[in-house]
């Protein structure tokens, strides 16, 4: 090759940045196009690190399981249902870039991004959670070694700001945290440092295709000629795919969430309940998210949602009741059918790559994503199998009508 | 609802109110926000200091709690109101030394011309005006503080001169005084925090004090069935307020189908006609103490900027220098705005600030999006939410009788 590839990268997204930081340490020439919307996943999420948590469906995912179940939506089965082997595999390795990741990044980009190991709790109010705790604790897909059972006893020591009407909590070591925001500010000012150029508010306006081929991205100002694309936009990649002919499967996935005031450190871990879930963040804020809706790409906070997260919230950890809230907000996950982020090539397009649909998991995903991405833009092996993320597991990706979000599952 | 603060307001008019135990939503046909104004902070070197206070500060510690704030004040800003915290503060005791006006000298004879048949709103200043004349303060126009200098609590500022057009500081001029208590006050900022939430279009207007929504005659929003009046649409004043109050009122009772419409054209229309006199008058008034970018330079690498989150004026540099070209690019590198005031504070200062320093306007330079809730809220009156309407509801009554 005479000169270094041209890469462009669709969203300034979390993933979008990691993209660009990886494919610009691997020496490609990128541009990231950055059009900020109201509503973008990165400014929405509580930086939660949670492989293990994630893959069984805590976090987000029980609460979402109990509200169908209450709602008559789903049967009594034992729970929220498991992803596949393949994401916790990939949610593992990508988690495990974290603390290298950490060091480059403050080197390269200057910034800190508040890794913490903390583990995550599961705390169980009844036997209802307890039954459902049980069999993740004896089978869990990690083995034994990363879950620890704890009583009551050991959670009011560990944890005093817990309610004491708790009866345990199952522990996952190994699920940290981080500060999101910083996460993609350090990829994108590490980007940067290593050459990557950036146009912020920048909106792409067509993607010229030839012969099968990404050509070109144009926007509004200018057409930046490229050897490859990639589509990080979030919960809006569908509107970019479909300039390029792709139809994507993703939808807006609502999750309202909220901040308290500042506070002392008063939580050790991350808390996960029935309810909601609780992190604390290095600058003292405790965040408590979150719901899961199809409403479009309605970026508002609704009162029912206020008060099933407050109060439960004030259920895990009573002395909150007295706290004020600083913020509520939402942010829309790219959801796909089946949970899984969509990555890789296109049959038909060439030189089109996805890094999209990450759903609940883009913070925690992203080092993985902006890896493998950067092997596939410069030829490289590939650190992680592709098949299971690839668009074509959807079947034909020029059908228009794109499936609803969990109905695969 | 007494003690009650409105937290959120949804694009389709319903709110979200709290009080101390409980919150709960309503949804309104017509809706009519007056949300009010905030004074406007200036950031510059010491004006974190202990003794330096806004201009409504002062009144309210005078006012309200009877306290003297200090035994020798200057006062610097812009506006009348200056005067008037003179006047109040010569009456509790306080020695002014000197009241600094950013504007220039208001050319009367020019000026009464203008404000023929308004001289209602002029008579009030004049007399405040008279007062300091008496008492023998100086009033010195084209001046603004620099630095206010202490080590616990303010002792002495610096002041000088400004250039007229621009009001930059010209600091080869200044001078120093001691003082133990600073009055600041550089206007004020139309609050739209709900009609953002709301979903109205807004626009910016420097001289209605910053953003302010879009309106038609009738006060009535972008979205349709609510209104805006008062300082919280544009800084026009109390009389002005309180007229389009009234033409907000009879046009949501017509279209909530309680007046006909030719009887509420009859009833808008003396509103409507006084508005129009007074909003002439303002004009006038609005351009002379209208902000000027020159007060930007006013602050150091060193100054807060914002003070929620204690972020130095320059952190908000290195984002800049990092790439950051608007408010909420800033708010993400530094957390400028994410404290419990929501960039109600910093802000409208660091607008001017970045449009100043990258040549971009208002509207590029952008906003903080305000998120609920506006007003402080504990988790548990969130939790203890009810669809209910207060139980003894005073106010619907008083408007049904008003109505009939």
């Given at each position: ?255 309202q969430?909220v ?40 970026v508002g906070v609704t009162p029912?949602a206020l ?21 509520a907000w939402a ?79 | ?7 959120d307001?949804s ?360 998120r609920p ?32």
């Open positions: 090759m005479t000169r270094a590839s041209e890469i462009v990268v669709v969203g300034g997204g979390v993933i979008g940045c990691a993209v660009a930081y990886y494919a610009a340490k691997r020496g490609l020439r990128v541009t990231l196009i950055d059009q900020p919307r109201r509503g973008r996943a990165t400014s929405a999420s509580a930086g939660g690190l949670w492989p293990l948590g994630e893959s069984i469906g805590l976090g987000c995912g029980v609460i979402f399981y109990k509200a169908q179940l209450e709602q008559g939506k789903v049967a009594e089965a034992g729970g929220p249902s498991q992803l596949p082997r393949a994401f916790l595999d990939f949610a593992l390795q990508s988690k495990a870039l974290f603390p290298t990741l950490a060091g480059e990044l403050r080197e390269t980009g200057g910034l800190d991004i508040e890794l913490e190991r903390t583990s995550l709790l599961f705390v169980m109010y009844d036997e209802a959670d307890e039954a459902f705790a049980r069999p993740l604790w004896q089978n869990c897909p990690c083995g034994r070694s990363l879950t620890e059972w704890v009583t009551p006893e050991e959670l009011g020591r560990t944890e005093p700001a817990v309610t004491r009407a708790a009866r345990g909590a199952l522990r996952f070591n190994g699920d940290d945290q981080l500060n999101p925001y910083r996460l993609a500010d350090a990829f994108r000012a590490s980007a940067r440092t290593l050459g990557a150029k950036l146009l912020p508010h920048t909106e792409v306006r067509n993607i010229c295709v030839a012969k099968g081929r990404v050509i070109a991205v144009e926007t509004a100002a200018q057409r930046i000629p490229c050897d490859a694309m990639v589509n990080a936009a979030g919960a809006w990649a569908p509107e970019i795919g479909r300039m390029a002919g792709i139809d994507i499967p993703v939808l807006p996935v609502r999750g969430i901040a308290t005031e500042t506070l002392p450190e008063v939580l050790s871990a991350c808390i996960s309940t029935t309810d909601c879930y609780l992190a604390q963040k290095r600058h003292g804020e405790i965040i408590i998210g979150s719901t899961t809706e199809e409403t479009g790409f309605d029912r008060k099933a997260l407050t109060a439960g919230a004030i259920r895990a950890i009573p002395f909150l009741e007295q706290v004020n809230v600083k913020r942010g829309l996950r790219p959801g796909t059918p089946d949970e899984l982020p969509i990555l890789g090539p296109v049959e038909g397009v060439a030189s089109y790559y996805n890094a999209c649909g990450h759903f609940r998991t883009g913070i925690l995903n992203a080092p993985l994503t902006g890896v493998l991405l950067s092997e596939l833009l410069s030829g490289a092996p590939l650190s992680f199998p592709l098949e299971p993320f690839l668009l074509s597991r959807f079947g034909a990706h020029r059908d228009t009508g794109a499936s609803r979000v969990g109905r695969a599952r | 609802m007494p003690r009650t603060v409105i937290i307001l694009s389709h008019r319903e709110i979200l109110w709290a009080a101390e135990e409980t919150a709960g939503a309503i949804r309104a046909d017509q809706l009519i926000v007056a949300s009010g104004a905030y004074e406007r902070s200036v950031p510059f070197p010491g004006w974190t200091l202990p003794g330096v206070m806004t201009a409504g500060g002062a009144q309210r510690l005078i006012k309200t709690l009877q306290v003297r704030p200090g035994r020798r004040a200057l006062i610097t800003g812009t506006g009348p109101l200056l005067l008037v915290v003179a006047n109040q503060l010569r009456a509790v005791g306080t020695e002014v030394v000197a009241v600094l006006e950013a504007g220039r000298h208001p050319r009367w004879p020019q000026f009464l011309v203008k404000a023929r048949g308004e001289w209602g709103l002029l008579k009030d200043a004049f007399e405040y005006w008279r007062g300091l004349r008496r008492a023998g303060i100086p009033l010195r126009f084209n001046h603004t503080v620099f630095e206010a200098h202490g080590a616990s609590a303010v002792e002495a500022v610096t002041y000088g001169p400004v250039d007229p057009a621009t009001w930059t500081p010209i600091r080869s001029q200044a001078e120093q005084v001691e003082v133990d208590l600073l009055v600041v006050g550089f206007g004020l900022v139309p609050n739209v925090e709900l009609t953002t939430l709301g979903g109205c279009d807004h626009r910016y207007a420097l001289e209605l004090g910053g953003w302010v929504p879009e309106r038609d005659a009738c006060m009535e929003t972008s979205i349709p069935g609510l209104f805006a009046v008062g300082d919280g649409a544009g800084i026009r004043g109390a009389a002005v307020a309180s007229l389009e109050g009234r033409v907000a009122g009879i046009t949501a009772a017509e279209h909530a189908g309680l007046l006909p419409r030719a009887e509420a054209d009859r009833r808008r229309a003396p509103f409507l006609a006084r508005l129009e006199s007074l909003l002439r008058v303002r004009a006038v008034l609005d351009g002379m103490s209208r902000i000027r970018p020159g007060l930007s330079e006013l602050a150091t690498p060193g100054t807060i900027v914002c003070r929620c989150e204690e972020v130095a004026l320059g952190e908000v540099q290195m984002a800049l220098a990092a790439g950051a070209r608007d408010l909420q690019a800033v708010k993400l590198l530094t957390r400028l705005g994410m404290g419990p005031c929501q960039g109600r504070n910093c802000a409208p200062a660091m607008r001017s600030y970045l449009s100043h320093a990258t040549g971009r306007t208002a509207a590029e330079v952008g906003r903080i999006n305000p809730p506006v007003k402080p809220v504990r988790l548990g009156a969130l939790a203890r939410m009810t669809r209910a309407m207060p139980a003894d509801d005073p106010f619907q009554a008083t408007i049904r009788e008003a109505l009939s």
